[in-house]
């Protein structure tokens, strides 16, 4: 009984951390296929894997750079978005990924990896408003430049989370 003790101590941390923070993982980057490139392939839906991760699931299951993405599970793959919602909420689980390769369609069966959910937080660091009065009390002219100057802010504060977006 001591043993089972201190075995459940040291797996139910384990379990804990594989909770709601992991999602599934598969390895691949791809990239939705444009109207032009599904009469090429001759694919009514899809994704193009552009590459596969190192030790992935995808790599362990046979997946290749140039293979297409056309279901998981019966599901039918319409986008990258779609491929992806599939995939996290299949955390460790095998599943039957339909591709089309060389002019021909295969199945791969892939057990699904987990990973931790990527998120960030920002944090903005925003002074307090001065007095309603102070602002009346200023010129129209120092109004519109600071109105301008905080335009200016805005546009890079948007730019710099485009940036994370894409990392």
């Known amino acids: 009984m001591k043993n089972l003790y201190c075995i459940l101590l040291l797996v139910l941390p384990v379990i804990s951390f594989a909770g709601e923070d992991m999602i599934g993982y598969l390895g691949v980057n791809a990239e939705d296929l444009s109207s032009a490139m599904k009469v090429a392939l001759g694919v009514d839906n899809g994704v193009l894997i552009e590459s596969v991760a190192d030790m992935s699931p995808a790599h362990d299951g046979g997946l290749k750079a140039g293979d297409v993405i056309i279901e998981v599970d019966g599901v039918k793959i319409a ?3 779609g491929l992806k919602e599939i995939v996290s909420a299949r955390t ?4 039957k990924v339909k591709i089309y390769r060389d002019r021909a369609h295969a199945t791969k069966t892939i057990k699904l990896g987990a990973r931790e959910k990527s998120s960030f937080n920002i944090k ?3 002074p307090p408003l001065p007095d309603l009065k102070d602002i009346l009390s200023r010129g129209t002219e120092e109004i519109k430049k600071e109105v ?3 335009k200016k802010e805005i546009e890079l504060i948007k730019r710099d ?3 994370l977006k894409k990392k």
Do not use: G, I
Not at 92 to 95: A, C, L
């Open 79 to 81: 986008d990258n978005k």
């Open 92 to 95: 460790n689980e095998k599943v």
């Open 124 to 126: 903005f660091d925003v």
């Open 148 to 150: 301008e100057s905080l």
């Open 161 to 163: 989370l485009e940036e």
